[in-house]
């Protein structure tokens, strides 16, 4: 890929880029919707990703290209007062990096971007992360800015959050920075702390399956939870004074959820336990046990279709037919739910079978098709 993202640099710009950077996409194993809450998720990166051929120029200009949309030229002054955001661009991503280390004092010079990415179209794998992480790093490893990778995955969010005006958590830049190849990251978004874990598939593979819905209605029942989430710790603080709802021991939660109205006690249930499948998830890639934490995969599906109430019919069709098919490890959503992608564990030898079978029937019951992606466990973001 390195050659060939040079030798389309060349016949853009009439010179061979300076350097060659990689940012790969990411998806969260387990541990959904629990970050707001204290807990802990479990991300990994992908093998796809961000592709970034780079190099300094003289001219006062920034040139944005890529390989995706190669019809499509951005062409930006070089100033040192920020930039403006351009109206719905994928450049904003890139330009909110540059804006950043402006502001903070450094020089950028001119400079001609061009990128390639293989992160597939809508399916929620953190396509924007991507660009930001291999944006920063780039700049951070050309203009010797000298700054450490977890302070890149920083900067990263702060582009999407300020630059480009979304509200993420840090989750999907910290894996897109920090991943490692067939390694999983236990990471607690509040402290940031973190450590890996062996993700080894041994006779499985992993896919993503999209199920190329729009997610709507993603943004405002996620604020609805949240602020449900937040209400039931406040009851529980009445009396208590616990940091967030995944600080609550079991037997608190089970002897006091009387407390709670029926919906909360569903969606905390949920929150209580998803963290503490992702510290069983922990314990069975670390023993080898990739069928327990297939289960707990399935597990966390459940949860999250009958006490969380976030997934939708698209995504709950895929769960009911995998998790009864044979050679199915484990499937659950991934994301924020109502849409977006679904993950499965699928052994080597009925990966086709699946492939066929879950199409088929998805295409259906939903009146349109998945889309079906094998994908590894790489690594990080680093130049090639």
């Given amino acids: 890929m390195k050659a ?3 030798e389309e640099f060349k016949k853009i710009y009439g010179n061979t880029p300076d350097k060659v950077f990689f940012a790969p996409a990411r998806v969260n194993l387990i541990g959904e919707h629990i970050d707001y809450n204290g807990g802990l998720v479990m991300p990994c990166a992908l093998g796809n990703g961000t592709y970034l051929a780079i190099r300094k120029t003289t001219d006062n200009t920034f040139t944005f290209r890529s390989l995706n949309f190669p019809e499509i030229v951005h062409k930006i002054p070089v100033n040192t007062s920020g930039y403006a955001k351009e109206d719905a661009l994928w450049i904003n991503y890139p330009l909110g990096c540059i804006d950043y280390f402006i502001r903070e004092g450094k020089t950028i010079s001119g400079l001609e971007f061009l990128f390639y990415g293989n992160i597939p179209n809508g399916g929620g794998l953190s396509s924007s ?3 930001e992480l291999v944006t920063s790093f780039a700049l951070n490893n050309l203009f010797n800015l000298g700054k450490t990778q977890v302070e890149l995955v920083k900067i990263s969010q702060q582009v999407e959050n300020k630059f480009v005006g979304v509200n993420c958590g840090i989750m999907d830049q910290f894996a897109i920075g920090m991943g490692k190849k067939d390694q999983a ?11 890996y874990t062996p993700f080894v598939l041994k006779d499985n593979t992993l896919l993503i399956i999209n199920t190329n819905k729009e997610r709507k209605l993603a943004d405002s029942k996620y604020n609805e939870r949240r602020a ?3 209400a039931a710790l406040e009851i529980f603080n009445k009396t208590e004074s616990f940091k967030d709802l995944c600080s609550i021991p079991v037997d608190y939660f089970e002897e006091n959820k009387h407390l709670l109205t029926e919906e909360m006690q569903k969606r905390v249930k949920h929150v209580i336990y998803e963290n503490l499948r992702v510290k069983e998830s922990e314990k069975a890639l670390k023993s080898g046990d990739i069928e327990k934490f297939g289960k707990l995969m399935s597990a966390s599906h459940k949860s999250l279709m009958e006490d969380y109430e976030v997934t939708g019919k698209e995504l709950d069709t895929i769960y009911l037919e995998s998790v009864d098919f044979k050679g199915v490890t484990g499937v659950r959503m991934t994301g924020a739910g109502f849409g977006g992608c679904a993950i499965a564990l699928v052994k080597n030898d009925r990966v086709e079978a699946y492939k066929k079978y879950i199409e088929k029937i998805y ?3 939903i009146g349109y098709a998945p889309s079906i992606y094998d994908v590894s466990i790489g690594e990080g973001t680093r130049e090639i």
Wanted: charged share 20%; net charge negative; with cysteine.
């Fill in 4 to 6: 060939y993202i040079q």
């Fill in 129 to 131: 992360a991507s660009i």
């Fill in 185 to 195: 990251i236990i990471l607690d978004c509040q402290t940031l702390e973190y450590s």
């Fill in 228 to 230: 449900t989430c937040e």
């Fill in 363 to 365: 295409t259906d019951k």
